[in-house]
């Protein structure tokens, strides 16, 4: 059986610290910062002789806010990124027009730059 490569703990802030469950586990950590909080976690599982990497996701309001309209952003870049190029405009002038690179540009317009041979 394949072990997974990560475990995803959700942290959330309380009383000026961090604080997480790793479930399948009955491991509980806590710390004053995030990294505190997964040296506090690992250190548990390691009690348990448990060795899995542990990947936070710090939750509240306000991220899921964030993460919502980091989301909506990506979206309407993609669609304004498709409809430019549909439009006949070039990756340089939708990078301008969008405000990030070229390569991003290319990256969302699905294309990829061909790389030239070693001589």
């Keep these: 059986m394949k072990k997974p490569k990560a475990i995803e703990c959700q942290a959330t802030r309380h009383d000026g610290a ?6 399948p586990h009955g491991v509980y950590g806590h710390g004053t910062t995030l990294r505190a909080l997964h040296n506090n976690l690992f250190q548990g599982l390691a009690l348990i002789g448990v060795s899995i990497e542990i990947a936070l996701i710090p939750v509240s309001p306000e991220l899921e806010r964030l993460r919502s309209a980091e989301a909506a952003y990506e979206a309407a870049l993609s669609a304004a990124v498709k409809a430019l190029a549909a439009r006949g405009g070039t990756s340089r002038d939708i990078a301008d027009a969008t405000g990030v690179t070229s390569t991003r540009v290319a990256a969302l317009r699905g294309k990829r730059k061909a790389r030239r041979p070693p001589q």
């Design 18 to 23: 961090w604080v997480a469950a790793v479930s």
